[in-house]
């Protein structure tokens, strides 16, 4: 594990508050918004979507999010096969794009990470940067630190050769969310030519 994983790390301790947030509309938002969002661009109360976190899915979130302190395989593991179960559940109940669903497919991408497995969490957080461009823009906070976590775990793939082929789409994402003069932005580009040019 690097200095990045606490840093970086999904929801922590998933608590009520969290799922009290206001939801955007369920409809597609261009992902090109400008960076600073305007009192316009932001989903008013009638957007809102549900206000707690699902009781049918309380338990097995819980359980997801406090296996992320955890150093047991076996524990791990089981956190992976519910967090794919809920993942399945929240898809078919909610859709592709709700926040709620999008917030279990990061935990999908945490605990691959967790488990070492950072080019799987690398893809996982390249897919909810997407979803969440285009469900609350790039701007916005949920967005940009979704993107830091995929930068974050491409950093961490040992591999070179699979880093490389992952590189340019990690790079745009990150161009796309952060600018191309961001530190994420520099920090791929400093690998992916240093590695490339050895």
Do not use: C
Request: glycine share 6%; charged share 25%; net charge negative.
């Amino acid at each position: 594990m690097s200095d990045n994983d606490t840093l970086y790390s999904p929801w922590g301790t998933v608590t009520p508050e969290f799922w009290d947030r206001p939801q955007p509309a369920q409809q597609a938002v261009p992902a090109a918004r400008p960076q600073q969002p305007d009192a316009s661009s932001r989903p008013g109360p009638a957007a809102a979507g549900s206000a707690e976190m699902p009781e049918a899915y309380r338990e097995g979130i819980l359980q997801v999010t406090s296996a992320f302190s955890s150093k047991d395989a076996q524990v791990l593991h089981a956190a992976v096969v519910e967090a794919e179960r809920l993942d399945q559940a929240m898809t078919s109940e909610y859709g592709d794009q709700d926040l709620r669903t999008i917030s279990v497919r990061e935990m999908r991408g945490w605990l691959a990470h967790l488990t070492g497995q950072h080019e799987t969490a690398a893809r996982w957080y390249l897919h909810t940067v997407g979803l969440l461009s285009s469900v609350v823009g790039t701007s916005d906070e949920r967005t940009r630190a979704s993107a830091k976590r995929a930068v974050a775990t491409w950093l961490a793939i040992a591999d070179e050769p699979v880093a490389q082929r992952l590189a340019p789409d990690v790079l745009a994402m990150a161009e796309g969310v952060e600018g191309k003069e961001s530190a994420s932005a520099k920090a791929i580009r400093r690998r992916a030519y240093v590695e490339a040019s050895a």
